[in-house]
């Protein structure tokens, strides 16, 4: 396939946005060229949280969102507001966000108040945010020697730092533990600790997508990160911490906390494709069987899983379905 990857470039700030003063701590900027009318937004939602979009009327947010959006409560937060014509500054707290837009796309800097060393993130330069076919791509540069976890279940190691991996989620069952992509559970959550504090970017969306995570390179920008998602456009979450620690707590606040495991969880779970795949007796009469068995011995059981091999397709060939 033809590669159709465009960066929107020519941004200016979008005075028709409500509460887009030069002391707010939220930017919108729209795209001067006809061709690609892109809009950009950047905005503190809490004490440290950002939060991205990227979009077009080609390109609108996907509908179902993960999380609901976050509203802003900046409460107590200590804020403080740089604006010129091509660039904004937020210091939030101990946290400084710059965006800088001169003759370019969008450039995000993420960094620790009185930290001397690299910014914990900063967009690729040029190339930050591109239209990708019917989804999007953000492009950042790629910190070497630090950890990269989230993803949700991806393969061992836990390091994911210079793989690439598929956001899908898929019954994998058989898969090698060390190499397979895509497995069960998918989070577009990446987190990257460095020993001057970590940053987390959570993407809402339930596209298919792709995380290059400095496998790739480029003579002219070097190792980067991308993020590459399949269909619309992006809106994703920034959070900032010292600590991993900080991190996995704000996007529990976030995304929302377990429920309480039910009582009936601590008790004895059965499964197994022992049964459930059974042809000769059928499946059903096997189950009632061992129901009537445990009944029997006095074993309590309180719960069956099925398996993802319990349906056979009605017609030839029988193929065993994971679920119907």
């Given at each position: 396939m033809p590669?159709?990857?465009?960066?929107?470039?020519?941004?200016?700030?979008?005075?028709?946005?409500?509460?887009?003063?030069?002391?707010?701590?939220?930017?919108?900027?729209?795209?001067k060229d006809p061709h690609l009318p892109f809009d950009f937004s950047f905005e503190a939602v809490r004490h440290n949280v950002f939060r991205t979009t990227f979009t077009s009327k080609t390109h609108p947010l996907p509908p179902h969102p993960s999380v609901p959006r976050l509203k802003r409560d900046l409460t107590d937060a200590k804020i403080a507001v740089r604006t010129d014509d091509t660039s904004k500054e937020v210091l939030l707290g101990d946290i400084t966000a710059k965006v800088n837009w001169n003759g370019t796309s969008p450039v995000v800097y993420i960094s620790l108040v009185g930290s001397?060393?690299?910014?914990?993130?900063?967009?690729?330069?040029?190339r930050s945010y591109a239209v990708d076919g019917l989804g999007v791509a953000r492009y950042s540069k790629y910190n070497r020697d630090t950890l990269h976890v989230g993803l949700g279940e991806k393969a061992a190691p836990m390091d994911l730092s210079g793989r690439r991996f598929r956001l899908s989620a898929t019954d994998s069952f058989g898969y090698d533990v060390h190499r397979t992509d895509p497995l069960y559970k998918n989070i577009p959550l990446l987190i990257n600790a460095t020993p001057h504090g970590c940053v987390a970017f959570f993407s809402t969306s339930h596209s298919r997508g792709e995380y290059s995570i400095g496998s790739e390179m480029d003579g002219m920008w070097g190792y980067y990160k991308v993020y590459r998602q399949d269909y619309g456009g992006l809106e994703e979450y920034v959070i900032v911490g010292k600590t991993v620690k900080d991190i996995v707590t704000t996007y529990a606040q976030l995304a929302g906390h377990p429920?309480?495991?039910?009582?009936?969880?601590?008790?004895?779970?059965?499964?197994?494709?022992?049964?459930?795949?059974?042809?000769?007796?059928?499946?059903?009469?096997?189950?009632l069987e061992l129901a009537r068995k445990m009944k029997e011995n006095d074993i309590p059981c309180s719960a069956y899983q099925m398996s993802s091999g319990y349906t056979v397709a009605e017609t030839p060939p029988k193929t065993r379905n994971v679920f119907t």
């Open positions: 590669q159709s990857e465009r960066v929107p470039l020519n941004w200016v700030i979008d005075s028709s946005q409500d509460g887009d003063s030069s002391d707010s701590p939220e930017l919108h900027l729209k795209c001397k060393l690299e910014p914990l993130h900063q967009d690729v330069p040029h429920l309480l495991v039910p009582r009936w969880a601590f008790g004895y779970l059965s499964g197994g494709m022992k049964y459930s795949m059974l042809d000769d007796p059928p499946a059903s009469e096997a189950l």
